[in-house]
């Protein structure tokens, strides 16, 4: 099979070539989302911490700097520190809150003297219990939220203990039982970190594309020629195999398992090809031995036909020539008695009633000789079909009242049972004669019985399309020794019998392609079915 008609015999969605690719670009595909993923998920937690950790420190810096002019009673020195730091990029607020929750100062001069929600994110790590918490981790000092401006928020505090250095300066009236004297909130925008983070990912999955593509182009390579080409001269190999070409060879000489394949393939097929080389030889030889044996059997057929026909050519010459030496020599003995007559009685007038009497004995004995003669004929050199369209009921009828007088002679009592018949293709004038054969046969069978009844019956087979006619009577019946030889010419049971009417009938309905059937018992009578085609 050409490569064009194989592609249209396997669609390419179907190939295997096909479903390896899809394999590796799903593997890749999830291999690599998979790990990106996580590779995203590390980048973000990692920028976080790092963010974290700055607020942490600059959180710690703004305490640190506004630590000696707190303790100074310096506010506005203070106050203008963080205020400044306020005003950097990236910072959202810098906040003061009192231990009762009042906004001290912030960067954003409306919040100042204003009080804070202790329930709210930004103070619910401290007021989480009843009492507000001494110390806190850094992780439990931020928190992120969003900004309600599409992107996110990094919120910082970080305690203002009561030191020392505070609770003992004279210009303070903070009791030393009092530990937390205030919070500094820092709130850090984290747009720049969100969308380094979505160039990151853009970054990432550009690159995974680019990946799967890349993997997926190698793969389709790498198939093409490692497992495609080898898949593909296979599938033709087999194919021509199939086709029954024993000659071809796959292309195919690696080391892998398509190599070993292909070797496998070309050793099989040698292999196939010499055993149907020997298959064809010995058929060849196998033909050649039938031949010679069918010359030999042919011969010897001719041998043997040439010795039937020359044996019944004997049978026959000697059965014509019996049967009709019996009415030759009646006549000729009459014909000689008649003579003596006349000699005897010089010039007085002949025995003219005796002469009639001799002459019509000779006359049936010619008759009979005439008989013999004409089925002799019949068989021997049967007469052509005429066929015509014809109904085999009034044929049967017809050829009744051919033979109605040796019916009524024998005492034969005739029952009819016709069923409508479709005509048929048929010769009218042998089909009688067929029927008028069978129907004397019937009557000589019951005549030594002093009469009987002949049953005819006709109907038409619809399932095999078929015309029957029975004829039955009651006579004595037919040995079972006596049926294999029932149609052989010059076979008969009677004393005057030719036998070659059965013989005629059964040529007869030979060639109208029909067939003949006996059915015959000692003592219960014999019946004949003939079955003719319908069309």
Sequence with gaps: MPERQLKKSVRWHRTIQFKIILSVALTTMAVNGFFTYIHLDIQEKHLDATIVKNASLLSETIKTSIQFDMIKNLKENAYHIMRSIGRQEGIEKVRIYGSDGTILFSSLERERGTMVDKKAEACYACHAEKAPLEHLTISSRNRIFSSGKGYRVLGMI????????????????????????????????????????????????????LSIASISTIAVLALMFVVGNPIRQLVVGTQRVGNGDLTHVIPIDSDDEMGYLARSFNNMTESLRKANDEIREWIRTLEQKVEDRTKELKDTQFQLMHSEK???????????????????????????????????????????????????????????????????????????????VVNLNPLVDESLDIVRNKLALADIEVKKTMKPLPDIPADPSQMKQVFINIIINACEAMVPESGGTLTIRSWYDRIQKKVMVAFADNGPGIPPEEMPHLFEPFYTTKEKGTGLGLAVVYGIITRHDGTIDVKSSPGEGTEMLITLPAG
């Design 158 to 209: 970080n305690p203002l203990y009561n030191e020392p250095n505070c609770f003992s300066a004279a210009c303070h009236a903070h009791p030393q039982s009092q530990k937390v004297l205030g919070v500094i909130d820092i709130t850090m925008s984290l747009a720049p970190v969100d969308a380094e983070m979505q160039s990151l990912r853009r970054q990432v999955i550009l690159f995974n594309i």
């Design 310 to 388: 020359l044996a019944s050519l004997g049978k026959i010459a000697a059965t014509v020539a019996h049967e009709i030496n019996n009415p030759l020599t009646g006549v000729f003995t009459y014909v000689k008695l008649m003579e003596r007559k006349i000699e005897e009685g010089k010039g007085a007038p002949p025995d003219v009633e005796k002469f009639r009497e001799y002459l019509s004995t000779m006359r049936r004995e010619v008759q009979r000789t005439s008989a013999i003669v004409q089925n002799l004929l019949d068989f021997t050199r049967p007469k052509e079909l005429v066929r015509k």
